[in-house]
């Protein structure tokens, strides 16, 4: 709701103007959106290789970096490819999932 | 992970691989082996093995609520793009119709265009056979076991050859 006053413009004219209030509104705080991230897990079966050129074309890696998300998994059964909001990290899950690879969503605890 | 596939079984099976400009070309292939890619499609179906259908489509995330809109929304899309794949796969593979005497010596070409079908659909015979199998990892790096012997072992061995088909298909795309 706006206050209005009248305000005298001219000689003889009045006019009327709606003066700025400010409004007060209750709106509960959203919660911030907890940082996520995209984690791929080992499987017996992908090939090196292939699970390299994946990593590549998802996150646009180069080839180095791809490879030593790979080894990582490889070796230690997981590695973290991506942090950040949730939707894009649902977009990469889902893309990784389009090539058969195990990923996982985990919020970041 | 399996780090390669090692074409040494080729040693007793024949075939020659090879990309002529936008095809990428198996020849003299063996009847055995024309076979055994005749059977890719029919290899991806996981149905009647939970195991397989659970890998193909595995879940993303450890929350129900995650779980359930995936099911939904993105598990259908997976199905479309996994029977696509399948598809492309099995109408290149009508060029090896035919009985096994016509089969020998035949030559399979693919589209370069058509890779990545065929990486996706090789990748989905080789999880639902080591699934329905359930291979060790001991066993999924032995490329030397004959296929004859059990169903078994005729598994394994389709494993390691779709395998080797997909390391020659990656090498030539990316090259």
Same mark, same amino acid.
């Given at each position: 709701?706006?206050?209005?006053?009248?305000?005298?413009?001219?000689?003889?004219?009045?006019?009327?103007? &709606?003066?700025?209030?400010?409004?007060?509104?209750?709106?509960?705080?959203?919660? =911030?959106?907890?940082?996520?991230?995209?984690?791929?897990?080992?499987?017996?079966?992908? =090939?090196?290789? *292939?699970?390299?050129?994946?990593?590549?074309?998802?996150?646009?890696?180069?080839?180095?970096?791809?490879?030593?998300?790979? =080894?990582?998994?490889?070796?230690?059964?997981?590695?973290?490819?991506?942090?950040?909001?949730? &939707?894009?990290?649902?977009? *990469?899950?889902?893309?990784?999932?389009? *090539?058969?690879?195990?990923?996982? =969503?985990?919020?970041?605890? | 992970?399996?780090?390669?596939? !090692?074409?040494?079984?080729?040693?007793?099976?024949?075939?020659?691989?090879?990309?002529?400009?936008?095809?990428?070309?198996?020849?003299?292939?063996?009847?055995?082996?024309?076979?055994?890619?005749?059977?890719?499609?029919?290899?991806?179906?996981?149905?009647?093995?939970?195991?397989?259908?659970?890998?193909? %489509?595995?879940?993303?995330?450890?929350?129900?609520?995650?779980?359930?809109?995936?099911?939904?929304?993105?598990?259908?899309?997976?199905?479309?793009?996994?029977?696509?794949?399948?598809?492309?796969?099995?109408?290149? +593979?009508?060029?090896? $119709?035919? $009985?096994?005497? !016509?089969?020998?010596?035949?030559?399979?070409?693919?589209?370069?265009?058509?890779?990545?079908?065929?990486?996706?659909?090789?990748?989905?015979?080789?999880?639902?056979?080591?699934?329905?199998?359930?291979?060790?990892?001991?066993? +999924? $790096?032995?490329?030397?076991?004959?296929?004859?012997?059990?169903?078994?072992?005729?598994? +394994? %061995?389709?494993? $390691?050859?779709?395998?080797?088909?997909?390391? %020659?298909?990656?090498?030539?795309?990316?090259?």
């Amino acid at each position: 709701m706006s206050a209005v006053s009248a305000v005298q413009l001219e000689k003889g004219s009045t006019s009327t103007v &709606e003066t700025p209030v400010r409004e007060t509104e209750t709106r509960e705080e959203e919660e =911030l959106d907890v940082p996520w991230q995209v984690v791929v897990h080992n499987d017996p079966v992908n =090939l090196m290789s *292939y699970v390299t050129m994946v990593f590549q074309r998802v996150f646009g890696y180069p080839r180095e970096k791809a490879e030593v998300h790979m =080894l990582e998994v490889h070796h230690k059964g997981r590695s973290i490819l991506w942090s950040g909001a949730r &939707e894009p990290a649902e977009f *990469y899950v889902q893309q990784l999932h389009g *090539y058969l690879l195990l990923a996982t =969503l985990e919020k970041i605890v | 992970m399996v780090i390669s596939c !090692s074409p040494r079984w080729r040693k007793s099976f024949d075939m020659e691989i090879c990309r002529q400009g936008d095809t990428l070309q198996i020849s003299d292939l063996d009847p055995f082996l024309a076979e055994l890619l005749r059977q890719i499609p029919q290899s991806t179906n996981p149905e009647g093995a939970p195991g397989a259908e659970a890998r193909l %489509f595995s879940r993303p995330a450890a929350e129900k609520k995650i779980c359930a809109e995936w099911k939904s929304y993105v598990e259908p899309e997976l199905r479309r793009l996994f029977r696509s794949a399948s598809e492309t796969v099995a109408a290149d +593979l009508t060029q090896l $119709n035919g $009985n096994e005497k !016509s089969l020998r010596n035949r030559t399979l070409r693919i589209p370069v265009e058509h890779a990545d079908a065929w990486l996706n659909a090789l990748n989905q015979a080789r999880l639902v056979i080591a699934t329905k199998y359930n291979f060790s990892d001991e066993e +999924l $790096n032995d490329h030397d076991r004959s296929p004859i012997g059990s169903r078994r072992d005729l598994g +394994l %061995f389709q494993i $390691n050859f779709y395998g080797f088909l997909q390391e %020659f298909i990656l090498r030539e795309i990316s090259s």
